[in-house]
């Protein structure tokens, strides 16, 4: 079984910067793609950025020269780094891992707040 911590959120003005940091820890086979999902009240959880073990990457369009997500391999642990941050971007994100075994299970983080003040 994998568990993923987050860490990182919190409260900053629009234009600032935050790190939110998700390492994984427990048993598992091979980790997979690793990313950040988001939440927003009322609405279905959508992509923010994922990473393959390819090193491709996957933006939401919103977040495109913003946001920049990378991985610590040696640490099981997967970053978003967000930049120039705005009110819209308020919500509660999750990280995400997909195991690289039979059946391709996912994981997902208890989810970390960002709230980003006008």
């Known amino acids: 079984q994998v568990q993923l911590v987050e860490s990182g959120g919190g409260l900053v003005q629009a234009g600032g910067s935050l790190r939110l940091s998700c390492a994984a820890s427990g048993s598992f086979f091979r980790l997979g793609a690793m990313g950040w999902y988001r939440q927003f009240p009322g609405k279905q959880r959508d992509l923010v950025a994922l990473l393959f073990t390819s090193g491709s990457t996957n933006y939401a369009d919103s977040v495109k020269g913003r946001f920049t997500i990378s991985r610590d391999n040696a640490k099981n642990t997967v970053y978003l780094q967000m930049n120039d941050l705005k009110p819209e971007d308020t919500a509660v994100y999750f990280c995400?891992?997909?195991?690289?075994?039979?059946?391709?299970?996912?994981?997902w983080g208890q989810g970390t707040q960002v709230t980003v003040s006008s």
């Open positions: 995400y891992l997909r195991e690289l075994k039979s059946g391709y299970p996912t994981y």
